[in-house]
């Protein structure tokens, strides 16, 4: 099934002490990103990654590191949390990043507490 | 200044009824899509229906049909028949594909209660 898979779906951390969010996709896709969803702001984008070994910050990236070794996986860290971290977190990847209309897949979202 | 404004946090419609949900957007991109997505309590984000700067009819899927008014900037959802399942938060977002860094750019989203 052609899914993205983000781990975990709950997360409750204190402040300092890193953490990884992992996300992987199984559709060969080039495009990934990560967004983070907090109540009226709607979803924002804080990195994505057009390829093997190229990302890029989005909206609000600070705080926030990716890496995109290969393909398939595109992990969020946090290498030092803080309460304003606390949100819903969205991995997402689509096909390629050329044209206007291709959808993205999102993952299920993790839930992260930072106290 | 927002990139895809939606004014309605909030609507009520009762069950069967069709309803509007409002997006409004800003671009100088000639070449853009938007899109729908549907955001049920289970948190999943479920793609709904697309619509290209240069498609010249409104795009369908089902129940759900896009007014897209391009010299106004507006993209407004209408779900026809609505059915309980459609309680739920509704994003718009847009894609530049020469601005913005190819980003998916969301609104603040329409949480949408269905009446029975």
């Known amino acids: 099934e052609a899914q993205v898979t983000q781990n975990p779906r709950y997360l409750i951390t204190v402040t300092g002490k890193k953490l990884t969010v992992t996300c992987s996709q199984n559709?060969?896709?080039?495009?990934m990103s990560w967004y983070r969803q907090d109540p009226g702001l709607g979803l924002r984008q804080i990195y994505y990654?057009?390829?093997?070994?190229?990302?890029d910050k989005g909206d609000v990236p600070e705080g926030y590191k990716v890496s995109r070794k290969e393909k398939r996986n595109f992990p969020l860290i946090l290498e030092s949390p803080s309460p304003n971290q606390t949100s819903l977190y969205f991995c997402?990847?689509?096909?390629?990043?050329?044209?206007?209309?291709?959808?993205?897949?999102f993952g299920s979202g993790t839930q992260l507490s930072v106290l | 200044a927002q990139k895809i404004t939606q004014t309605q946090p909030g609507m009520f419609v009762q069950e069967k009824e069709a309803v509007t949900l409002d997006c409004t957007y800003d671009?100088?991109?000639?070449?853009?899509?938007l899109f729908w997505y549907k955001q049920p309590s289970s948190g999943e984000m479920i793609f709904l229906i697309y619509?290209?700067?240069?498609?010249?009819q409104n795009a369908t899927e089902g129940r759900y049909s896009l007014n897209f008014q391009k010299a106004r900037k507006s993209a407004n959802l209408v779900i026809s028949a609505s059915q309980l399942g459609d309680s739920a938060m509704y994003f718009c977002?847009?894609?530049?594909?020469?601005?913005?860094?190819?980003?998916?750019?969301f609104g603040g989203g329409t949480r949408l209660m269905v009446k029975p």
């Open positions: 619509q290209g700067s240069y498609d010249e």
């Open positions: 559709m060969n896709h080039e495009y």
């Open positions: 990654s057009m390829n093997v070994e190229v990302t």
């Open positions: 977002a847009m894609r530049e594909v020469y601005n913005a860094g190819n980003m998916l750019t």
């Open positions: 997402a990847s689509r096909l390629s990043s050329g044209t206007a209309n291709e959808k993205l897949f």
């Open positions: 671009t100088s991109d000639q070449s853009y899509g």
